[in-house]
């Protein structure tokens, strides 16, 4: 009994060892990539699991799905861009892994509760006033 209460628990040690590597790395993986086009099919085809596996695995592990994982990413990168640059807005978009312009507003005001604009408005470094005081100059 006490052997199959050890092995059992041993079994259970490298359940938690395996999902804590499979979340570390999903973590990193899209933290180094979130800039690009990302799908979970192909994610899952990278790291070797099955798509509906990967997809379960996601809502389970961070209480949300695929995309909006990568979207707290994208959005948290945009908030910085739009604090400490004067780039476009549709730039910012861009570089920040959005396809449309349209799907950014619309993922940025469900995230932060406000527009892009309004954000860059509210949370400003007068980044953009700065430079265009230098262009004067």
Same mark, same amino acid.
């Given at each position: 009994?006490?052997?199959?209460?050890?092995?059992?628990?041993?079994?259970?040690?490298?359940?938690?060892?395996?999902?804590?590597?499979?979340?570390?790395?999903?973590?990193?993986?899209?933290?180094?990539?979130?800039?690009?086009?990302?799908?979970?099919?192909?994610?899952?085809?990278?790291?070797?699991?099955?798509?509906?596996?990967?997809?379960?695995? #996601? $809502? &389970?592990? *961070?209480?949300?799905?695929?995309?909006?994982?990568?979207?707290? %990413? =994208?959005?948290?990168?945009?908030?910085?861009?739009?604090?400490?640059?004067?780039?476009?807005?549709?730039?910012?978009?861009?570089?920040?892994?959005?396809?449309?312009?349209?799907? #950014? $507003? &619309?993922? *940025?005001?469900?995230?932060?509760?406000?527009?892009?604009?309004? %954000? =860059?408005?509210?949370?400003?470094?007068?980044?953009?006033?700065?430079?265009?005081?230098?262009?004067?100059?």
């Amino acid at each position: 009994r006490l052997c199959a209460a050890v092995f059992e628990q041993s079994e259970i040690e490298k359940i938690d060892e395996s999902y804590f590597a499979l979340t570390n790395s999903l973590s990193m993986y899209i933290q180094n990539n979130f800039t690009k086009k990302l799908k979970l099919q192909d994610i899952a085809k990278e790291f070797g699991y099955d798509y509906s596996y990967l997809s379960s695995f #996601f $809502n &389970r592990n *961070f209480d949300m799905d695929f995309a909006s994982f990568v979207n707290k %990413y =994208r959005i948290q990168f945009a908030c910085e861009l739009l604090k400490n640059s004067d780039e476009d807005v549709t730039q910012i978009a861009m570089k920040c892994g959005f396809s449309t312009i349209r799907n #950014f $507003n &619309r993922v *940025f005001k469900n995230e932060t509760g406000q527009t892009p604009k309004d %954000y =860059r408005s509210a949370n400003s470094s007068n980044y953009g006033s700065d430079s265009k005081r230098r262009k004067a100059d």
